[in-house]
């Protein structure tokens, strides 16, 4: 981790793979792009064997081109769709048993600060509303309870997507799944206002629905988490097999939920609006110069 | 009572013994491995220069230890490298630049992935290989891997304790000791009148860049209508 990880050693640049000398000369490590120039320079993660029509795909993707120092950032992930790009991606990813993300992501994160006490280290777990909500209930929310400085994100299906269709506590009162034929008998969990009141200093809650306000919130996350204490992104991705959203209308489908219940919401703490507004208006005067 | 010289160029079959359960142990500080017995390291550099000298296709699987320059020391190590790789006739750089599974596939000419590195050992014919620069975990991944499905001679030149799975396994190997090998083999090329004027490998094959601005929807075939859809056509399968 750290730019002189990607520096290729002398006299090897003829022998690496064409991918990874692109990587190098053409990636993102080491400069700060805008996600609307994804297209322009080399990707973090480019092949995954993830669904056709994938929105979590598309998040991902849009994920690793906001991270603000990729060169030194850590992802942490679980069993789900999720993992699936996010092991293939050039950012060191760890696999936490099903649930213990955030318990991983904690010991890491305080491993990473004794150990680098002098450079920024960021940790993001990315996972599933099982991974964290269901299973990893219990370890997500003592982990905001510490007051852990790191980000998580949810990338929410509503659906046990890999394993055939089971619902989840994320899924909505009284959708019909494959495997949960009868319809769920409970409301939607309300993960946003419990991260609030578990203490998380920065709390969003987005449909993928623009690249540049997508960007932005990763961004703000993974920077509150630096200075602050746990943020928390919960972002629709919906899962196209299980609730068999053609693939042409999964754009569509984002947005109609985003007019539904997924208004893009954003909450913080009065010291991180502070520093936010400080941040950006630096860098707004350095625009100007 | 453990069986005299157990690891040998496979394949083994699917998942075979373990080294360790065969009795091998890793070998003490100025000793080496050679085929699971510990050994003299000049014995088993001898060993391994013969391999690299007599078998096809002589290889080096450069890890991201090697390859990426993250202190100095790991840049003179990748500098040792390739003044061995020089000394080996008809010798081929296939690095292993990082871990990550990669689906659907790589390219077996340009790298090797540790997660299936039989795919560019029986691809490139190799018979015999150096591992050097790999973390333990994933050299130990692919070295039992590699005994399992292939006939592949592997030689392990470790930075740290050495590995029990390779043919031939080095321990503390850094720089200096990357030069000694070198040597070894000069002398043993030698031995055996082997004629070779140093010079580096070739480079590394990787397709060239696709340049999408000469890439014609013509050039696909019949899958072309996949691209150039009709008006008001939407093209849902991509296979």
Sequence with gaps: MGLEYVRISPGFEKYMPRDYVDLVKYGPFGKQVDVM?????KELVEEHPMCAGCYMAY?????????????????????GCARLALSQAAVPFIYGNYGDTNAVASGLKRALSIRFPDKVKDVVVIAGDGGLIDIGFGMTMHSWFRREKFTTIMVDNEVYGNTGGQESGMSPKGIQLKMAPLGKKFDKINAVELAKTAGCVYVARISPTNPKRIAKTIRRAILAARHFGPTFIHAYTSCNIEYSIPTREVLADARKREKQDFKFYEWMTDEVKEFFEELERKEKQEVKK | MAEKNPIQPGPEGYIPTPASFQGCDLPPPGKALLYGEIVDEETAMREAAKALLTRKNPTIFPGPLVLWGWNADAMEKAKAVLELAMEIPNCRIIPMPDYRPKYPKIDPEAEINPNHPNLTILHNRIEVCIFVGVHCHYANL?????RAGTNCYTIALCGEMGHEDAMVSLRDVHADEIRRFRDVLVEVRKEMGIEWEPKLPPENPSLPKEEWVKVSPLDFGEYAYLLIPRRGEIVEESE
């Design chain 2, 142 to 146: 692919s070295l039992r891997m590699i």
């Design chain 1, 37 to 41: 120039q994804m297209g322009q320079f």
């Design chain 1, 59 to 79: 998040f991902i993707r849009v994920f690793y081109a906001a991270l603000p120092n990729p060169e030194d950032t850590i992802v942490l992930g679980t069993a």
